[in-house]
Each structure stands twice: as C-alpha cells, then as structure tokens.
C-alpha cells in the first residue's frame, strides 16, 4: 500500500508568510484597493491611474489574486466581496489603517524576534514617535478591533451603568459604539498623552465628545477616577507580564466599589494558547512591541481576576477571535 506523501505546504505557507504581508501591504499601499472599490480594471488602466508600471504592478495584483481579495477574469481585475468589506472605501470595517500599521511601523521589529526569544529584551526602544506616527499606530489598533468594539455594544448591557472608564482606551474606538447606543452612559478614557491627543482628535468627529472626558496619565502610577460602575481594558492585557497584569487588576480593584463590572476584552485563548490561532500568531508581535507581552488563557485570566478580588461572571465571544471576560468587584 503506498503511503500518501505528507504535503509540506504548512512549510512553505509559513516560510513565505512574510512576503504575502508585504505584497498586501504594498497592494494598500499603492491604493490598489481605493481604487479597484467596488468596479473592475484591467492593469494598464489601473498601472496608468496608480502611476505604476503595469509589468510589475501584476506581480502584486496577480497575488492578490492567489491569496483571495482580488478576482480576475481575462485582463481585469476586481476586488472580491472580503476586500470590498475590509479594504475599500465602502468597507463596513476598514481594516486598511492595520495593514497600514504592520506595513509600515511593525516590520523592522520583527527582524529581531530570534533573539528577543532568545534572550529576551530590556531595551524595547522607547523612540519618540512623530504625530503622524502615533496617528498611524493608534488607527491601526482602533481597526483591527472595531469588530469586537462594535459586538461589545451590541452584546453587552451597558444600560445598567453610568460611567465606563475606558483603561488604555486608544481612540476612544471602543467608546463610541458603546455610547452611541447607550445615551444615559458617561465616560472617562484613559491613555498616554500622545494617545489622549488622537483620542481627542476622534472623539470630536463623532460628536459624543461632550460625554467622554479624555485624561492622559501611566494607568499604573495616576490616579483613577473611583466613580466609575464598569471598567473596560480592552487589548491591554496582552501587553504586560503575568506579574505586571496582576499589579493592574489590583490597582483597579483598589480604586473600584464593590459590585462594578470589570469589563475584558482580549484575544483570550484555550489553555493551549495556539487557538484561536489569530491570536497565537499575535503573540509574538505583543512580545516584540513591549518586550513583555503575551496571549493569555481564558483560565489564567481568571486566576489572576479571583486573586485581585474579582469575581468571573462570564466569558463570551465576541467578532472573530476576540472575546470578552465579564469580572465583578467583591
Ligand atoms: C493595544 S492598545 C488598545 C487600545 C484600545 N483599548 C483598543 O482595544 O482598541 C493599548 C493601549 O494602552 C495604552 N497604554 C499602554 N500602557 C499604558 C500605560 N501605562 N498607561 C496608559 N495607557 C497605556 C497604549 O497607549 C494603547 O493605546
């Protein structure tokens, strides 16, 4: 009986990984997606529009192609419905700001992931980043999360509070929704200054301004607002150590009245930590981005809750591989 050969595609999908990113980096980038939206072009219209050569423009259309978020049919080319979703103008969630952000801010990090495995790191380098820089990083995280921001407020009952307070709470992406549907809520964000400044720049575009109130400071040394009925971290976790985690849920509790709701949202794995697999493949870039981070177990999370004096209520998902630990102060 012959033996099936054992295919090594998982090797060569993985090995090649990196150069898929780019090409769909570089596909955002040249503003493929913007202008493909929702009609069709063959590569010399669109090499003409974009301002690329169509010889090589095809390179990065044909594996657009091969990976699933353009369609061809003799020389045109369209998106396909998941790139008009994510990737266009029209996109219900406009995933470009992320790929924008990987593309552009996370790839040099990466080269040193060998050796921060190896010998770990206690020069994550602090640089000083440009407004613009900061823009890019914060939209970029506010994109990859707006679906679990959008199902919390779909999900969760947030009429039963009065003032959320938002810890490391970014552009406010988590808040809007939330408050949108929710008119008696109230809230505070938190965040770094630099952060604080584009949550601002946010929050008065989307006209709710009026009900947040934006306070910059380092959430593990300020001074926390002790009014506050429900408590969101949400993608925080993951960016600090066990030790780190439990000095934080502390904190919070120290400044929380009994009965509030401390609100978790992560890419909360099983206790394998490989699925969702999203989340076990984030794992390195959490690492790399503070030196510190991880993903972490549904069940190490609520180890470290009932050890700060939180009670779990409840885990439930939320978009995709994000999903929410629902804790009460006792
Ligand atoms: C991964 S982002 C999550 C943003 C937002 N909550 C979301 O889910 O889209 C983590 C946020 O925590 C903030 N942060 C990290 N350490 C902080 C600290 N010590 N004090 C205040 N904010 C902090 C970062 O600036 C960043 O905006």
Redesign the pocket.
């Known amino acids: 009986m012959s033996m099936q050969p054992i295919s090594p595609e998982p090797v060569l999908r993985a090995t090649t990984g990196f150069m898929a990113a780019r090409l769909l980096g570089a596909a955002v980038e040249l503003g493929v997606f913007d202008r493909l939206g929702s009609g069709s072009a063959d590569q010399d219209e669109l090499g003409r529009q974009i301002g690329v050569p169509p010889r090589r423009l095809h390179i990065v259309l044909d594996a657009m192609v091969s990976i699933g978020l353009l369609a061809r049919q003799g020389k045109a080319y369209r998106c396909t419905p998941v790139a008009v979703a994510y990737l266009t103008d029209d996109a219900e969630t406009d995933m470009r700001p992320f790929v924008r952000f990987m593309h552009r801010m996370r790839y040099e990090s990466w080269l040193r992931l060998e050796e921060v495995v190896r010998v770990g790191t206690d020069a994550v380098e602090e640089k000083a980043r440009s407004q613009e820089e900061q823009a890019i ?2 939209e970029g ?2 994109a ?3 679906p ?2 959008r199902a919390l407020a779909d999900q969760y009952d947030f009429s039963q509070h009065q003032h959320l307070l ?6 406010g ?2 808040l809007r929704p939330a408050l949108s549907r929710y008119p008696q809520l109230r809230s505070t964000l ?3 200054a ?2 604080a400044e584009v949550a601002r720049r946010r929050m008065g575009e989307s006209g709710l301004s009026d009900r947040v109130s934006i306070q ?7 001074q926390l607002p002790a009014d506050a009925d429900a408590v ?5 976790v ?3 150590s066990p030790e780190r985690n439990r000095e934080l849920l502390g904190r919070l509790r120290a400044s929380a009245a009994a009965g509030s709701r401390l609100l978790l ?1 992560d890419f909360w794995t099983d206790a394998s930590h490989a699925e969702p697999a999203f989340a076990a493949i984030m794992a390195g870039e959490f690492l790399l ?2 030196g510190e981070g991880a993903v972490y177990s549904v069940d190490e999370i609520s180890g470290w809750l009932r050890e700060t004096h939180w009670s779990v209520l409840e885990h439930v998902g939320l978009a995709g591989p994000a999903s929410l630990v629902v804790a009460e102060a006792v």
Do not use: K, P, Y
């Open positions: 990083i914060s995280i506010a990859v999360t707006s679990a921001a938002d810890i490391g709470g970014g552009t992406s988590f938190l965040d770094q630099e952060v910059s400071g380092d959430f593990f040394t300020c969101l971290l949400a993608n925080v993951h960016i600090f949202v981005a503070s």
